[in-house]
């Protein structure tokens, strides 16, 4: 990206500032983004692009066609909605809206992409279309499913389609990702056994124990990742919840307890071998306690799989952007989940992570109550998406 550019970026970047701070000042929960999708819009449609709103409920996607020929089309894509944490940053644009914040940037990312839409609608010096795209509900609540099921790229088509997003342990200016799996399917389990219960103190053996039929199995998970699935395919179980009896009643021994928590995988297979396997678990172990196990296993997030092509164009994008010095093609998948794979599922594309790190509350980790997005990366975002728009679609001399 020449000087010239990256000088009128950057020169936006007040503006862009006070907008991110205001959508973190009044954050939104998935698909609850009233507010968030209206200032969106409105912000679209006066820099003269041309604007669809409730696309999957809450999300808005915007079209701009560039001047040069071309009838190639690419999709940008970022997330709107927050989380349901108590801030506790004590900034002064500080979340208003009580019990939820902006605890994983996606105030930021909506500020980059409305930054680069407001730069390319006046700078138009590309050739085919760019439909940009602010999803709702990247949190768990399903907002890219519901955008592609109200038609997304049937009726906003495009040749590829792009994600971001920030890292607040990379440093600003720095941009990684790598081809193939590199965020992982993320799903949800409940178990629940169900036994007679008893009195604990005066005759414990005249019942089915589901305490320790809960601690046998808790431990046996453990064996699924170790000796059911190969020691190269990552995989992770943990278990996040446990509820059965009542500290009222301590020597009552309960009929029923649930045990709840995470799946991670990459691989279609491992998540099968995973779900199986704590079925069969389940069940056994509880049969040799005489008791019953009933499992609900809900599969959420997709592994995200970033495109070969698109990824070689996304780090030249970024490479042209910041130098080659401060882009890294093959960093280590992680275990988190995106949303972003439904779309990468349905179109070829790529996403990344760019550097966020500027010491306090942009250091924090994501979903943490202390973090808030560096105002600092704003630049670096928009001037990823306006390289990535050239290096897809091309450039013309201005």
Not at 122 to 139: D, K, Y
Not at 314 to 340: C, H, R, S, W, Y
Not at 387 to 397: I, M
Request: charge should be negative.
């Amino acid at each position: 990206m020449d000087d010239t550019a990256l000088a009128s970026i950057k020169a936006l970047g007040a503006e862009l500032t006070a907008i991110r701070r205001d959508i973190h000042a009044h954050p939104e929960m998935g698909m609850e983004e009233v507010r968030t999708s209206a200032l969106v819009a409105e912000k679209l449609r006066g820099w003269g692009l041309e604007v669809t709103e409730g696309v999957g409920k809450f999300g808005v996607v915007a079209t701009l066609k560039g001047r040069g020929p071309g009838q190639r089309a690419i999709g940008l894509r970022c997330d709107m909605d927050a989380l349901a944490i108590e801030e506790a940053t004590g900034l002064p644009h500080a979340s208003t809206n009580k019990g939820v914040m902006h605890a994983c940037g996606h105030d930021g990312h909506t500020t980059m992409l409305l930054g680069a839409a407001r730069y390319l609608a006046e700078n138009r010096n590309f050739g085919g279309t760019v439909q940009f795209i602010f999803q709702p509900a990247e949190e768990g609540r399903g907002g890219a499913k519901a955008m592609l099921a109200d038609g997304l790229f049937e009726r906003f088509p495009v040749d590829a389609v792009y994600g971001l997003h920030n890292d607040p342990q990379l440093p600003v200016g720095h941009f990684a990702t790598r081809p193939g799996p590199a965020l992982a399917a993320a799903d949800g389990w409940v178990v629940t056994f169900r036994g007679t219960g008893g009195h604990g103190g005066a005759a414990p053996h005249l019942s089915t124990d589901v305490t320790v039929l809960q601690a046998q199995f808790v431990l046996a998970l453990q064996t699924i990742v170790s000796r059911n699935i190969a020691a190269i395919d990552s995989a992770v179980i943990s278990v996040g919840a446990i509820h059965g009896g009542s500290l009222s009643s301590t020597n009552v021994m309960p009929a029923e307890i649930v045990v709840g928590g995470t799946a991670r995988s990459y691989m279609p297979a491992v998540r099968e071998t995973i779900e199986r396997r704590m079925r069969e678990l389940a069940e056994g172990l509880a049969a040799s306690f005489g008791c019953k196990a009933e499992l609900v296993y809900r599969r959420g997030t997709d592994a995200l799989v970033n495109h070969a092509e698109q990824t070689e164009a996304a780090l030249a994008a970024a490479t042209a952007l910041v130098g080659a010095a401060q882009v890294n093609g093959k960093a280590d998948p992680i275990l988190g989940a995106e949303d972003f794979a439904g779309m990468l599922a349905a179109r070829p594309g790529a996403f990344v992570f760019m550097g966020n790190s500027g010491g306090g509350a942009s250091s924090k980790g994501l979903h943490t109550p202390n973090y808030d997005f560096n105002d600092d990366a704003i630049p670096y975002g928009v001037g990823y998406w306006v390289s990535l728009v050239h290096q897809e679609l091309g450039g013309l001399e201005r």
